[in-house]
């Protein structure tokens, strides 16, 4: 794999305005909060965290289907953080999204020709091409050309899933946000839903960051593996070193939660017990924000926020503690 940066964030921020009461005063939402991040071409960036703690924000926001609140972004060494609608022109194509509910993402009214045509004709394809371009789709996500004119309510939920696939894809984009593309799909398909997925990204030369709240399928397909919790990454690694030495509590508590086939291993891991809710990214917890449900709190994990920092070679973590998480 080349190691080349394709995107790159520096504290990147997105906050969602929310309107007080009778006129009170707007208090912002932090859904991204100071995220730190390169992607490089040609990997699987996998993102993992419980629902709510920023993963579709934050790949809404890479890809500038969002305004960016603070920090910086670029793609491809380009700056991109606040690129308007005329300048996001030449990336719009290159960043794609598949959406998690492949139903509401699909206008019901389409056909799959007239679905996977618009994105077609807005680069200025002609009709004849278009239907070819349209058929080769299909057939690259295992569909048949006669489903062209069948209807979304037609299909199964992996079927539509293929065909927000195929329009992500049709073009020609180097990088795909997958947001839990396989989260609502039955568990008996999700693996051939993968495994297109994979076959596709070789054989176009994509990147992926693919969000996923389930840590054990993207163990597989993840080259790195960042963990998000209340808008923040508190852990980066290489997919094997996150699974083999977490060394994040929440990181701990979310793989504590996954059953282990080899009881060696099983008994070796800490087990940690999520306590308490994710607390609201309106009222973020001073400090480190993980304190509040991390048993290993002190005082200064309370008061003083803990930075992302390379503890061991690629393998980041934000906690005051990690170190004691090391041995
Ligand atoms: N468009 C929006 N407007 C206001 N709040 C939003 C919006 N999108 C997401 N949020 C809030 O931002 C937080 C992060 O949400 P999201 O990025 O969807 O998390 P995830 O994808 O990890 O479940 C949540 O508290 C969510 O309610
Ligand atoms: S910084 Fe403190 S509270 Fe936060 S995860 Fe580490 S030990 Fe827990
Ligand atoms: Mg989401």
Excluded at 291 to 303: G, L
Aim: hydrophobic share 35%; proline share 6%.
């Amino acid at each position: 794999m080349s190691q080349q940066v394709l995107i790159s964030a520096q504290d990147l921020k997105k906050y969602f305005p929310v309107k007080g009461f009778l006129g009170g005063k707007t208090k912002y939402l932090k859904a991204v909060d100071g995220v730190t991040l390169d992607i490089m071409k040609g990997e699987t960036f996998g993102l993992v965290g419980e629902s709510g703690c920023g993963k579709s924000t934050l790949g809404r926001t890479l890809i500038r289907m969002y305004d960016v609140t603070g920090g910086k972004l670029s793609y491809q060494g380009k700056d991109i953080t606040n690129a308007k609608p005329s300048e996001m022109k030449e990336f719009r194509n290159k960043m794609q999204i598949i959406f998690q509910d492949p139903y509401s993402a699909l206008n019901p009214f389409w056909n799959v020709e007239e679905i996977l045509s618009e994105p077609l004709a807005q680069i200025g394809m002609g009709a004849g091409e278009r239907k070819e371009r349209i058929e080769y789709l299909l057939n690259k996500v295992g569909m048949k050309p006669d489903d062209m004119l069948k209807f979304p309510y037609e299909f199964s939920g992996g079927q539509r899933q293929r065909i927000g696939i195929a329009r992500a894809l049709s073009v020609n984009p180097e990088f795909v946000m997958c947001d839990e593309p396989i989260a609502a799909l039955d568990v008996s398909i999700q693996a051939q839903v993968v495994n297109m997925l994979e076959d596709l990204q070789h054989e176009m030369g994509l990147t992926y960051l693919f969000a996923a709240h389930d840590l054990s399928m993207v163990r597989y397909i993840s080259t790195r593996i960042g963990v998000m919790y209340l808008g923040n990454l508190v852990e980066v690694a290489k997919s094997d070193n996150l699974y083999d030495r977490p060394l994040h509590p929440y990181t701990q508590a979310l793989l504590s939660a996954i059953p282990i086939a080899d009881p060696r291993a099983a008994k070796k891991r800490k087990r940690i017990k999520l306590q308490g809710e994710l607390p609201s990214p309106m009222d973020v917890p001073q400090g480190c924000r993980f304190a509040p449900r991390c048993p290993y709190a002190t005082e200064q994990c309370k008061t003083q926020r803990p930075e992302l920092r390379e503890l061991e070679s690629g393998h980041f973590v934000a906690c005051h503690c990690a170190e004691k998480f090391a041995d």
